[in-house]
């Protein structure tokens, strides 16, 4: 009865990773391979999150990165959302990078989720210090407020998180409370 209860996909979806580490400093054994995958295919939206950012970051896998945001983001993963946002504003293209701004924009003026936008950061900020980071578009940060005179804000942005109402600002600030946090190969 156990068995069948553990290997219930709904146990995999739900289970809490945050004792599972990211990047393993030891090798892990095939059985916490097996879980590990088991959690992924069940959709677990931490294990979805925890694989896009590595599929973006790590190993420059755009289809992937998407696919597995989108059903984190579907299932209410904060992060994924964040990571989302972000992955748009390097992504090259306008059209997205608007889209990642509004998205953005939104978190931010959203109460509950602009509480947890710092931990989301907070969060991907350590990520991405485990890792080598080898997405060359993340050595050219996108700059998305082109009015920047314009503004009441600091020449440069600091390191502290300031509250602007631009959103374009907004994007331009995490870009930089991001930008050069990670380990480059």
């Given at each position: 009865?156990?068995?069948e209860?553990?290997?219930?996909?709904?146990?995999?979806?739900?289970?809490?990773?945050?004792?599972?580490?990211?990047?393993?400093?030891?090798?892990?054994?095939?059985?916490?391979?097996t879980?590990?995958?088991?959690?992924?295919?069940?959709?677990?939206?931490?294990?979805?999150?925890?694989q896009?950012?590595?599929?973006?970051?790590?190993?420059?896998?755009?289809?992937?990165?998407?696919?597995?945001?989108?059903?984190?983001?579907?299932?209410?993963?904060?992060?994924?959302?964040?990571?989302t946002?972000?992955?748009?504003?390097?992504?090259?293209?306008?059209?997205?990078?608007?889209?990642?701004?509004?998205?953005?924009?939104?978190?931010?003026?959203?109460?509950?989720?602009?509480?947890?936008?710092?931990?989301?950061?907070?969060?991907?900020?350590?990520?991405?210090?485990?890792?080598?980071?080898?997405?060359?578009?993340?050595?050219?940060?996108?700059?998305?407020?082109?009015?920047?005179?314009?503004?009441?804000?600091?020449?440069?942005?600091?390191?502290?998180?300031?509250?602007?109402?631009?959103?374009?600002?907004?994007?331009?600030?995490e870009?930089?409370?991001?930008?050069?946090?990670?380990?480059?190969?």
């Open positions: 009865m156990l068995n209860i553990a290997e219930d996909m709904y146990v995999y979806q739900h289970v809490s990773l945050d004792e599972v580490p990211i990047i393993p400093w030891k090798p892990i054994s095939q059985e916490q391979v879980f590990l995958n088991t959690c992924l295919q069940s959709e677990n939206p931490e294990s979805l999150y925890r896009a950012v590595l599929d973006y970051f790590n190993k420059t896998n755009l289809e992937s990165t998407c696919m597995h945001l989108q059903k984190a983001v579907k299932s209410g993963h904060t992060g994924a959302l964040y990571v946002c972000i992955v748009l504003l390097f992504s090259g293209d306008e059209e997205l990078k608007q889209q990642g701004i509004k998205l953005l924009g939104n978190m931010k003026k959203t109460n509950g989720l602009k509480r947890r936008l710092r931990i989301c950061r907070n969060n991907l900020n350590s990520i991405l210090k485990m890792i080598w980071v080898k997405n060359p578009v993340l050595l050219e940060p996108p700059v998305c407020c082109t009015s920047r005179d314009q503004h009441h804000k600091k020449r440069r942005w600091s390191e502290v998180e300031e509250d602007v109402t631009c959103e374009a600002c907004v994007a331009d600030q870009i930089n409370l991001l930008s050069g946090r990670y380990n480059f190969d």
